[in-house]
C-alpha cells in the first residue's frame, strides 16, 4: 500500500519566519503535486515537480523534489498571515497516473 | 469558465436513504474522479473515470456506485448511506496525461444520520 506522510500536521508560526513542511512517500515515483486548501473551501494546485532535483517558486513558497529520497518540501520564506492554510502533497504511481495519493495535510497557522 | 460544479453542496441523509452527487466539468478534460475528505486525513480517492465509457475502483469505492454520464458529466451514487460515509466530497478533473494536475470542484458536505 503507498502511504504519503506529511510532517508536521500541525504548524502554528509568527509572520516574517522560515519553516519546512516535509512529505515522504513510499513507493516509486518521480511526480509530486502540491495543494492548498483554505478553510471550507477547495483545493488549489501550488506546484508540480515531475523530475528528481526540480525546484519551482511561487511568491514566499518553494518545493523541491528529492525522488532518490522519496521526499519533497515545501519551504516557507518570511511567512505571512494569507499563508494560512492546509498544504497536502499528493504522488501517482508509474503504473497508473490517474491514481493519485494525498498526505494528510499540514495545518499551517501563520500568527500576526 | 465555471471549472469544476458540484451539486448539492449539502445535504443530510438518514441511514439507508440513497442519493446521487453530481459533478461537471466544462474544461474538456478527459479523466474525471471522486474524493472523500475526512477530518484530519488527506483526500482518499473513491472512484475514478480515466474517459468517457471507463470507470475504475479508487482506495475506498465500497458503498458507492459511479457512472460517467458523458464527457463532461460524472455522478456518484450511495445507494444506502451509512454514518460512516459522513464527509465532504469533493470531484476533481484533468486532461488524462502523465504530469498533468488535478482540478478541484467546491465540495459536498453530507451528514448521514
Known amino acids: 500500500e503507498l502511504k504519503v506522510e506529511q510532517n508536521p500536521l500541525f504548524l502554528s508560526m509568527q509572520e516574517g519566519k522560515n519553516y519546512t513542511i516535509y512529505c515522504n512517500y513510499s513507493?516509486?515515483?518521480?511526480?509530486l503535486y502540491w495543494y492548498r486548501q483554505d478553510p471550507g473551501k477547495s483545493l488549489e494546485s501550488l506546484f508540480v515537480?515531475?523530475?528528481?532535483?526540480a525546484v519551482k517558486q511561487e511568491g514566499r513558497l518553494m518545493a523541491s523534489l528529492d525522488t532518490k529520497a522519496r521526499l519533497s518540501t515545501l519551504h516557507i520564506t518570511a511567512a505571512v498571515h494569507d499563508l494560512s492554510a492546509t498544504y497536502f502533497c499528493?504522488?501517482?504511481?508509474?503504473?497508473?497516473?490517474?491514481?493519485?495519493?494525498f498526505g494528510s495535510g499540514t495545518k499551517l497557522n501563520v500568527k500576526p | 469558465n465555471a471549472g469544476v460544479t458540484q451539486t448539492p453542496k449539502f445535504q443530510v441523509l438518514k441511514t439507508g436513504q440513497s442519493m446521487t452527487l453530481q459533478c461537471a466539468q466544462d474544461?474538456?478534460?478527459?479523466?474525471m474522479y471522486w474524493y472523500r475528505q475526512d477530518p484530519g486525513m488527506g483526500l482518499r480517492l473513491i472512484y475514478y473515470?480515466?474517459?468517457?465509457?471507463?470507470?475504475d475502483k479508487g482506495e475506498v469505492p465500497n458503498g458507492y456506485n459511479v457512472s460517467r454520464l458523458n464527457k463532461r458529466e460524472f455522478s456518484l451514487r450511495l445507494e444506502s448511506a451509512a454514518p460512516s460515509q459522513t464527509s465532504v466530497y469533493f470531484c476533481?478533473?484533468?486532461?488524462?496525461?502523465?504530469?498533468?494536475?488535478?482540478?478541484f470542484g467546491p465540495g459536498t458536505r453530507l451528514l448521514v444520520l
Open positions: 476533481a478533473s484533468s486532461v488524462n496525461r502523465a504530469k498533468e494536475t488535478q482540478y
Open positions: 513507493t516509486t515515483s518521480d511526480r
Open positions: 515537480l515531475l523530475s528528481n532535483g
Open positions: 499528493a504522488v501517482d504511481i508509474k503504473r497508473n497516473f490517474n491514481k493519485f495519493y
Open positions: 474544461m474538456n478534460h478527459n479523466s
Open positions: 473515470s480515466a474517459s468517457e465509457g471507463t470507470t
